[in-house]
Structures are given as structure tokens and as C-alpha cells.
């Protein structure tokens, strides 16, 4: 299996896995998407349950000739030893919600930074300079690939997070690592950490001073392990029940949507995708309108959400060339703070569940179904991250305190550290040269 640009057009060689996690971006500054996509019938998947099974089932096309192939079993079992459960909402069996915030930071996006963490680790081996991973978060991303990468050999880590922008409780998760972790306070928005770290892909100068990589969902060891949970939830289903799944998703940076999006194009059961936007309305004014209008990210309560330019587009449009195609193949709608607020309430006092603000929208936007719509087959909310990470906004909405799970309490003893950025490109060039 090779991988390609979403920019080269065949002008740039095809890479293996292992080099597309390693460099991250493409020299073009494009997207790595799969040369070609294999076909996974469901019988594949005969014997597979576990995360850990099922990702190695659906992974091992793609690690295919690559040096990593022969470890994916151990990288799987390191990536994923941690649950993903669905729980179900109501008394009529047809809502569920995938809760994905199990692992050590409390956020779905454990589950990709680890994959990444554990394949990198191995594909430094006898490397002679280190490695500087750059990630632009919007709150949750920085936390799990800090502690996924946290005193890995061989390994930098350099935290872009926009000033003032993220929660008090996400914010000391991204500042309490230290040793090769240095995090940095970025005054601008996510879009301006992201764009930071995109200009330093494409500047010949600075990747020849320092070797980069990137472990946003830019970076196809993020996106292609988040995959594996929509796998093996729509398998679970479709076992259980003969149906397949439609799954509504809270949306950013579109890594966790493309990768449900992945999952359906490899053969797994899954049936309608539904995207989840804050007030960020890049992405439903695109399916509306047609025209693709990136504009400075909004803040709201679903701050991890708040991006005006998702990356992943490319990784979508280079799936689905044609609108047409597009829209047939995903829905997005967009849900207000209000509506992010009144939806934490409600569904607390109707169904005794606690929504983290993201989460919340997922939740809105289901409550918006018709009633033949709801009727009509099983519906998943993906929970994206544990409430006491929210907990500044969520407990004064449903009236009670939100117990801290182990995990983040543990990083509430631990010292934080953070250095503030301007959003420039010769300042994060300062920085890097102060981490050597």
C-alpha cells in the first residue's frame, strides 16, 4: 500500500506508511489519502470484537510492505487497551451513544495518539537526530498526543494552543508534561496554531534545520486508528441487529468525520453520517451553497470545535471530487451556544446523561430528526470527550458537581509550564531553536 498527496496529481512519488507518518504533511503541503482503497467484507472481521482485533483486521492493508507491518499486532494492543462502549439513551433502543473519552486524557482522540506514538517510537529506532512533532490544538488534540508521546525517546513535542481559547481544565492538560513536551500559548485562534504549523511543513529552510512531523488529524497515523472505533461499533450493530448504524458526529478539523467516512468507504456497515457544527459554519454552508468559504474560526462553548478552516476538507474532496457526491455522502448542520446549553439541560433531566458541550451538538442535532427519521433505523451519538473536562460550563447547567475521572485528576498535581507565542513564523522558529 502507498499513499499519495491530496495536492500531487501524480506528480510526487507515492510514500509508504511509515514515511507518511513520519512527515506528516506532504511536501506539497497536501494530505496523505490511500493510492487506492481496499475492499474489507464484513466475514474479514469474522472472530474480531476487540478494538484491538478489529484494528489489526483493518489496518493491515494499509502497514502492507511497510517496515512497521510485522509490529501492528503489538502497536494495536498498545493503541487500544481501553474501551470504546456504546451505552444506550432512552428506553426505546434506537439512540446510542459511543462513549470515546475512556482513555488517559478523557477525549477520542487517545485513541489516535497513541496509534501514532507506538508507530513512531518503533520507526525512530537508531534515528540520530530527534524528532519535533508539531500539533495546533484546539483543546483536546494537544493533551492526548502530549501524553501519548511524553518521554518517548528520540522524541520533541511542541503544543500550539490559542491564548485565552481553551478550557481551564483542557489548558492544564496541555501545560503539565514537561521533559520533551513544551507547550506553547499562541495569541490567536486555532486557525492561527494551525496555519503556523502548515507554514513551517512547507519551509524548505526550517525542515532542513529540524526533522517535523505533525500529529493533528492531518497526519494519517490520527486519522486511520480513529477509523477502527467506527468499525468495530458499526460491526457490534450490525451483528447484533442486521442494520447499519448512522452516526452523528461532532465536527472541527473533520478528522473524526472522515474517519467514520473511511471506515463506510473500506465496506463496513455503516449507514447515514451526520455532521455536528458549533456556530463554525464553514462546513454547512459548503453542503448548502457550494461554495467553499474558510473564514476565522468563532469561539463558543464547543471551543475543540471552533475551526474556520478544516484541514480534512481536502481529505473529503479528494474522495468525493463532485458536491454531489459530497452531499450524498455526509449531512452537516450547524447548533448555536444556546442551543449547545438548553440541549446539556434537557437531556439531563430526560435521559440522566451528562454532555460535554461537544457532545451536546451531536445531541441537537439528533433531537432535530423527524420522528420517522428516528424510527427509521439506529442512531449513535459520538461522545467525543468526558463533561468534568467542560465541567466550567456544564455543571452550572444540570445543577450538580461532575466527578473527576482518575485520569485528569492526576494532572491537577503536577506542575504546568507554558511559554507565550506570537502567531509568526519566525517566533515558533525561535522556539524550536530553544527546545534543541
Known amino acids: ?187 490567536g485562534s486555532f486557525d492561527d496554531c494551525q496555519r503556523l504549523v502548515k507554514e513551517a511543513f512547507v519551509d524548505a529552510a526550517l525542515r532542513a534545520r529540524f526533522e517535523l512531523s505533525s500529529a493533528n488529524s492531518i497526519n494519517l497515523g490520527r486519522l486511520l486508528p480513529q477509523a477502527v472505533y467506527y468499525a468495530a461499533t458499526s460491526l457490534a450493530v450490525y451483528r447484533r441487529h442486521g442494520v447499519a448504524p448512522n452516526f452523528i458526529i461532532p465536527s472541527g478539523n473533520l478528522g473524526n468525520s472522515v474517519a467514520c467516512i473511511w471506515a463506510r468507504q473500506l465496506g463496513l456497515p455503516i449507514g447515514r453520517i451526520v455532521l455536528a457544527h458549533n456556530a463554525n459554519r464553514t462546513v454547512p454552508d459548503f453542503l448548502q451553497n457550494g461554495a467553499w468559504q474558510p473564514r476565522a474560526s468563532v469561539p463558543t462553548l464547543a471551543s475543540a470545535m471552533d475551526v474556520g478552516t478544516p484541514s480534512n476538507m481536502e481529505r473529503l474532496r479528494a474522495l468525493f471530487p463532485d458536491l454531489e457526491a459530497v452531499r450524498s455522502a455526509l449531512r452537516a448542520e450547524s447548533v448555536t451556544d444556546a442551543e449547545i446549553s438548553a440541549r446539556v439541560s434537557t437531556d439531563f433531566h430526560q435521559y440522566g446523561k451528562v454532555w460535554c458541550p461537544h457532545t451536546a451538538t451531536a445531541a441537537e442535532v439528533y433531537a432535530r430528526l423527524s420522528p420517522a427519521e428516528r424510527a427509521a433505523g439506529r442512531w449513535i451519538l459520538v461522545a467525543t470527550a468526558h463533561p468534568a473536562k467542560f465541567r466550567e460550563i456544564v455543571e452550572p447547567l444540570i445543577g450538580q458537581k461532575i466527578e473527576m475521572p482518575a485520569s485528569l485528576a492526576k494532572l491537577f498535581a503536577r506542575p504546568v509550564s507554558s511559554v507565550d507565542l506570537q502567531p509568526a513564523l519566525a517566533a515558533l522558529t525561535g522556539a524550536l531553536e530553544n527546545e534543541q
Request: glycine share 10%; net charge neutral; hydrophobic share 45%.
Open 1 to 187: 500500500m502507498k499513499f499519495i498527496s491530496t495536492r500531487g496529481h501524480g506528480e510526487q512519488a507515492p510514500v509508504s506508511f511509515g514515511a507518511a507518518l513520519t512527515q506528516g504533511l506532504a511536501p506539497d503541503g497536501g494530505l496523505y489519502v490511500p493510492q487506492e482503497w481496499p475492499s474489507l467484507p464484513i466475514s474479514a472481521f469474522d472472530g474480531a470484537s476487540e478494538l484491538a482485533d478489529v484494528a489489526q483486521v483493518m489496518l493491515r492493508p494499509f502497514v502492507a510492505g511497510d517496515s512497521l507491518a510485522g509490529e501492528t499486532a503489538v502497536i494495536t494492543q498498545d493503541a487500544f487497551n481501553f474501551p470504546a462502549p456504546l451505552v444506550p439513551v432512552g428506553k426505546d433502543g434506537n439512540l446510542s451513544v459511543l462513549e470515546l473519552f475512556h482513555g488517559p486524557t478523557a477525549a477520542f482522540k487517545d485513541f489516535g495518539a497513541r496509534f501514532l506514538a507506538a508507530c513512531m517510537q518503533r520507526l525512530r529506532t537508531g534515528a540520530t537526530r530527534p524528532l519535533n512533532i508539531l500539533v495546533a490544538t484546539s483543546g483536546d488534540t494537544g493533551g492526548a498526543v502530549a501524553a501519548a508521546f511524553h518521554r518517548r525517546p528520540g522524541i520533541l513535542v511542541s503544543v500550539l494552543f490559542p491564548k485565552g481559547l481553551v478550557s481551564p481544565t483542557q489548558e492544564r492538560q496541555l501545560t503539565c508534561w514537561g521533559d520533551n513536551v513544551h507547550s506553547f500559548r499562541v495569541s
